[in-house]
């Protein structure tokens, strides 16, 4: 989560810009280094993974469709329960190791993984580790820092994080291209990055332990999450997460479309994490101007114009490179913009429970949608079922704008008796 002074109540940012900031914590550079590794890791295997199964074991797009789906869907199994573990326990560090351990471990058992139920279950480990791990790692951020400067913090967090993403690709494809159809080559190499990523929290990253505060009673956690302020904006992403696919049916249709060779499969990738990079900051700035669910919406818009051009029967790398762009730019205008849109619709100190809430909705209908559009692949075609995609997302483009019309000039909530410097200590 994104929080800058402005979120705090009573808070003067004039003040706060007028005073000298902390640097970024030493442990929030740490844990950046860790999701760098990490993602290095799991974007390699990502990258390779669609051409892996469809190509090399000849498995079909239905079944990458499953598998993809898990890939989106399996981590809100386990997500809410990371964080509450990391909180019950006092011990966030040792709960997101646990996660970033199993994930790590996934990538080893890729390499007798050759039929769908093994790969199946290697992939939904790596996912509930990433489930697992994700709320202790972003509570140890918010315990290092400043709480002035607790969005800088997550933003250096997340560039290291997005670094490692667009590199993977580049190294899984470097080991492909010196060694075609060494697919083995890059699980090792990606299992290896695993284990330096779980060496740098281990070691070097504190055992910080969080301030016992008082329990947050359970029915107010459901009054919340189920109340009206936070009602419309979890169907909006629920009906918008149902037809938003995974980036790997996108690149499979460029690559059928256009017949490059598969080492050059995970360059794709890399394209849209650049794109991503870009365009980030100037959208997130564009949607504390023009409201966040506008800025969320749009974003959706990009994303459907990317799968009429992945579906055009037109190819060349003009075309592939407007897809990849379109893509990062709907992650740019998405990734974190739901999660504050939704953070200031729910109590402070219900805040976690509220985007944790938003992303279960979302990963689990992405996951339905993945499932399904893999089964249109089967029936229809790869052209016809992107644009019948495109169609339907249309369709919730429009629903989900009436859901969300009127929500950014809603009030933020506020908790009664919480004071900002109550909200900051937590």
């Given amino acids: 989560m994104y929080v800058s002074v402005r979120d705090r109540p009573g808070a003067d940012p004039a003040g706060e810009r007028g005073s000298r900031l902390p640097r970024v914590g030493a442990t929030v550079v740490l844990l950046g280094v860790v999701s760098l590794l990490t993602d290095v890791s799991s974007e390699m295997v990502a990258a390779v993974l669609p051409v892996y199964l469809t190509a090399e074991l000849g498995l ?10 898990l890939y989106q869907g399996a981590s809100a199994l386990v997500r809410i329960l990371g964080g509450y573990v990391g909180d019950r ?9 646990a ?3 199993l994930s790590a471990a996934s990538r080893l058992a890729m390499l007798p993984a050759h039929g769908l139920g093994a790969v199946t279950a290697v992939v939904t480990a790596d996912r509930l580790g990433k489930g697992l791990r994700t709320a202790p790692r972003d509570a140890l951020i918010a315990d290092a820092s400043d709480p002035r400067t607790l969005g800088r913090s997550f933003g250096v967090h997340r560039t290291l994080d997005t670094i490692g993403a667009a590199a993977g690709p580049l190294v899984a494809f470097s080991l492909l291209w010196f060694l075609p159809g060494g697919y083995s080559a890059v699980f090792v190499a990606s299992f290896a990055f695993a284990v330096l990523g779980v060496a740098v929290m281990v070691l070097f990253v504190p055992d910080r332990r969080r301030r016992p505060t008082a329990a947050l009673p359970v029915r107010r956690v459901l009054r919340e999450l189920t109340g009206p302020r936070l009602r419309r904006p979890l ?18 249709s460029l690559q059928d479309r256009d017949q490059f060779a598969a080492s050059y499969f995970p360059l794709l990738f890399v394209g849209t994490n650049v794109a991503y990079l870009a365009l980030a900051i100037p959208l997130g700035r564009l949607a504390d101007r023009v409201g966040r669910s506008r800025v969320f919406v749009g974003g959706h818009l990009a994303l459907l114009v990317a799968y009429l051009v992945a579906a055009a029967p037109l190819g060349g790398l003009g075309v592939t490179a407007t897809a990849l762009v379109l893509l990062g730019t709907f992650y740019a205008a998405t990734d ?3 999660a504050a849109l939704v953070s200031r619709r729910v109590a402070s100190d219900a805040r976690g429970s509220g985007i944790a809430a938003a992303q279960t909705v979302v990963v689990i209908a992405r996951f339905a949608g993945a499932l399904a559009f893999g089964s249109l692949w089967q029936l229809l075609g790869r052209q016809a079922a992107l644009c019948l995609l495109a169609g ?3 369709t919730g483009v429009v629903m989900a704008a009436l859901l969300l019309s009127g929500q950014d000039r809603l ?4 908790v009664p008796g919480v004071d900002a410097a109550a909200e900051d200590q937590r």
Avoid: C, E, N, Q
């Avoid at 079909?60 to 789906?69: K, T």
């Avoid at 326990?89 to 190791?97: C, E, G, I, L, M």
């Avoid at 009030?411 to 506020?414: F, L, Q, T």
């Fill in 60 to 69: 079909g797009v239905l079944a990458y469709g499953l598998v993809d789906g």
């Fill in 392 to 394: 339907l997302l249309m």
């Fill in 235 to 252: 169907i909006a992403a629920g009906v918008l997460g149902v037809f938003t696919i995974g980036d790997g049916f996108v690149y499979l």
């Fill in 411 to 414: 009030d933020p909530v506020a």
């Fill in 89 to 97: 326990s006092d011990r966030p560090k040792w709960v997101a190791t």
């Fill in 99 to 101: 996660g970033y351990v």
């Fill in 336 to 338: 974190g913009v739901l």
